[in-house]
C-alpha cells in the first residue's frame, strides 16, 4: 500500500510549536498562561450569537449558494467600499472557512509544481504548510528587522526568478506586529506589476491597528486589483475563531478557479453562520471598539513591562495581538529561551525562530488570548527569569 501522497511526505513537518509542549504539562494539571496562541480571550458578541441562533430557528438549515449567502456577500462588498476602499462586486466574493481556508483555495488553484511563492520573513507557518501541499516552492524574502521588519523591496526583487508566481504577505502583520505603510506597500505593488506577480494579501488583524496606525489594503492600490487576493476573515476582531468563518475579494476573472477549489472540499459555508457574519458586520460595532481599547491596554502592559526586564528590548506593536521582543541579549537561541520559559515559569511563548530563521533572538507574546491579571502573573515570572540569565 502507498501512503500518503507525495505531496503530503514533500511537504514540511511544520509543527505546531509550543502548543504540543504545553499540552504535555497541561495534561499533568499543570496551570499554564497562554501566550502563544492567537485565540481572542473575549466572547462572540451577543448580537451575533441571537442573529446566527434566529436563522437557525427560522429554517435557514439547507444548502446555499457556492459562493456564500447573497446578503453577506453584499455586507462584505460594502465593508469593503467603506473600509478598504475596494470596489468589489458580490460575485467578487467567496465565503470561506476561516482566513485558513481562502488562502489554501487560493494557492490550489494558482500554483503548479514548482511554482514559487515569495513569502516574508518572519512569515505565517501555515502559508509555508499550504505553499507545499498545492505543490508550490517557498522562497524566503527576509524583512528589515533594523526598520523594525518593514517590507525590503530589495529583498524581494532579488529572489525573483522565472519560476516565482506570487508574493504572499501578512498585513498587519503576524508575529511582527506592524501594519505596512502605503509607501511600503507600493513598493511591494511595484515589483508585482513590473513582474506580473500574483499578491496573497492576508489581512486577518486588519481591525486590530492601534495610535492611529491606519490598515491599507494592497489590492486599493493602483494595478493591484487585477493581480490580488484579499483575504479576510470574522476570526479576531469579532472573538469568532470557532465559528470558522472568512473571505476572499479577487478579480472575477480569478472566481471560476477558486469555485473550483471551494466547491469540491466543503461545498459552501454553514448557512446558518452566514448569517450571524452579516449581523456582524451590519450590527452595532461598540463591542469591537470596546475589544480592540482592551487589546491596547494589555499591548501597553506587556510592552512597558518587557521594556523593564534584564536584557529584554520590546517595540511598541502597531497592530495585531502580538508582541516581538528582542531576547538575544541571553546569548541563547530563541527556542531554548521559549523552553525554559514554560518549564520554569509555567509560561507558554512562542520562540520567534518558528517563524523562521528571521525570528532568530525574539519570542512572540501573545497579549490577545489571557486576561489582564494573568498576563501580569506571567510577567512577573518572565522578570524573575529574565533577571537571573544577567
Ligand atoms: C496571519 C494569520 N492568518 C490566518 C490565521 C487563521 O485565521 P482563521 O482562523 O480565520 O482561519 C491566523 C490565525 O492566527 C493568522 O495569524
Redesign the pocket.
Known amino acids: 500500500m502507498k501512503w500518503p501522497a507525495e505531496r503530503i511526505s514533500a511537504s514540511s513537518p511544520k509543527s505546531f510549536g509550543m502548543y504540543e509542549k504545553a499540552a504535555r504539562l497541561a495534561a499533568q494539571d499543570i496551570d499554564l498562561i497562554h501566550l502563544e496562541?492567537?485565540?481572542p480571550s473575549f466572547d462572540t458578541p451577543q448580537n451575533i450569537k441571537d442573529a446566527t441562533i434566529a436563522a437557525l430557528q427560522g429554517g435557514r438549515v439547507h444548502y446555499g449558494d457556492f459562493r456564500g449567502n447573497i446578503e453577506l456577500r453584499r455586507a462584505i462588498a460594502r465593508r469593503l467600499a467603506r473600509h478598504n476602499d475596494l470596489a468589489v462586486g458580490e460575485d467578487e466574493i467567496v465565503v470561506t472557512?476561516?482566513?485558513?481556508?481562502?488562502?489554501y483555495a487560493v494557492f490550489m488553484a494558482a500554483l503548479d509544481p514548482g511554482d514559487e511563492v515569495i513569502l516574508l520573513e518572519p512569515y505565517?507557518p501555515?502559508?509555508v504548510n499550504k505553499i507545499e501541499l498545492a505543490g508550490g516552492r517557498v522562497v524566503l524574502a527576509p524583512l528589515d528587522r533594523a526598520r523594525g521588519f518593514a517590507i525590503d523591496p530589495a529583498a524581494i526583487e532579488a529572489r525573483i526568478t522565472p519560476r516565482t508566481r506570487m508574493i504572499c504577505l501578512?498585513n498587519p502583520?503576524?508575529?511582527t506586529g506592524r501594519v505596512y505603510t502605503r509607501a511600503e506597500l507600493a513598493s511591494l505593488a511595484e515589483i508585482a506589476i513590473r513582474h506580473d506577480l500574483l499578491v496573497l494579501s492576508?489581512e486577518?488583524?486588519e481591525q486590530i491597528v492601534y495610535d492611529g496606525h491606519r490598515h491599507v489594503s494592497i489590492a486599493a492600490l493602483p494595478g493591484m486589483r487585477e493581480r490580488c487576493f484579499s483575504?479576510f476573515?470574522?476570526?479576531?476582531a469579532y472573538a469568532m475563531?470557532g465559528w470558522?468563518?472568512?473571505w476572499l475579494a479577487a478579480h472575477e476573472k480569478f472566481i471560476p478557479a477558486l469555485l473550483k477549489i471551494t466547491m469540491n472540499d466543503v461545498a459552501h459555508v454553514n448557512v446558518f453562520i452566514q448569517e450571524g457574519a452579516r449581523e456582524a458586520l451590519e450590527g452595532p460595532q461598540t463591542r469591537i471598539a470596546e475589544m480592540v481599547a482592551e487589546d491596547k491596554r494589555r499591548r501597553d502592559q506587556v510592552v512597558q513591562r518587557m521594556n523593564q526586564m534584564s536584557g529584554v528590548t520590546c517595540e511598541t506593536p502597531q497592530g495585531?495581538i502580538y508582541a516581538f521582543p528582542d531576547i538575544s541579549a541571553t546569548g541563547k537561541p530563541a527556542q531554548q529561551v521559549a523552553d525554559e520559559i514554560l518549564e520554569r515559569c509555567h509560561v507558554v511563548t512562542e520562540a520567534g525562530t518558528f517563524y523562521g530563521a528571521a525570528g532568530e533572538g525574539r519570542l512572540r507574546v501573545c497579549f490577545g488570548a489571557e486576561p489582564h491579571d494573568r498576563i501580569a502573573t506571567a510577567l512577573d515570572r518572565m522578570a524573575r527569569y529574565f533577571a537571573d540569565q544577567s
Do not use: C, E
Request: hydrophobic letters at 35%; zero cysteines; proline letters at 3%.
Open positions: 496562541v492567537g485565540m472557512n476561516g482566513l485558513t481556508h481562502a488562502s505565517y501555515q502559508h501578512v502583520a503576524n508575529p492576508d486577518v488583524y483575504l476573515a470574522f476570526t479576531k475563531d470558522r468563518i472568512g495585531t
